[in-house]
Nanobody
Framework: HVQLVESGGGSVQAGGSLRLSCAAT????????MGWFRQAPGKEREALAR????????YISDSVKGRFTISQDNAKNTLYLQMNSLKPEDTAMYYC?????????????????????WGQGTQVTVSS
């Protein structure tokens, strides 16, 4: 049974930081492509970052590059999103997603994985 559980969201002031976590169970993490997304009310879902579970390849959207970092702890099957210099416009529900089995790191970060598995989301609210 595949399960993705996000945590770490909350309310912060502009300029603050948060680290989101996504605990993944039910599949072989290293053979997966993992992603972070967000969706604000009334807006389309936005892809933020991707990382190959086998390591070595990452993608960060230009909209958050330089402020957000994606990483993982393979021993814990956990995905992270470090968010620094947060802005009010970063306010959204944040989701992690998985596509597996996935064996191609280059395609994970340069292509368009399907991401059929999603977590329930964690809310991030940034006040000015």
């Amino acid at each position: 049974h595949v399960q993705l559980v996000e945590s770490g969201g909350g309310s912060v002031q502009a300029g603050g930081s948060l680290r989101l976590s996504c605990a993944a169970t039910g599949y072989t993490y290293r053979f997966s492509c993992m992603g972070w997304f967000r969706q604000a009310p009334g807006k389309e879902r936005e892809a933020l970052a991707r990382i190959y579970g086998g390591g070595g390849s990452t993608y960060i959207s230009d909209s958050v590059k330089g402020r957000f970092t994606i990483s993982q702890d393979n021993a814990k099957n956990t995905l992270y999103l470090q968010m620094n210099s947060l802005k009010p416009e970063d306010t959204a529900m944040y989701y992690c997603a998985a596509d597996f089995p996935f064996y191609n790191g280059r395609r994970c970060v340069q292509g368009s994985p399907d991401f059929p598995y999603w977590g329930q989301g964690t809310q991030v609210t940034v006040s000015s």
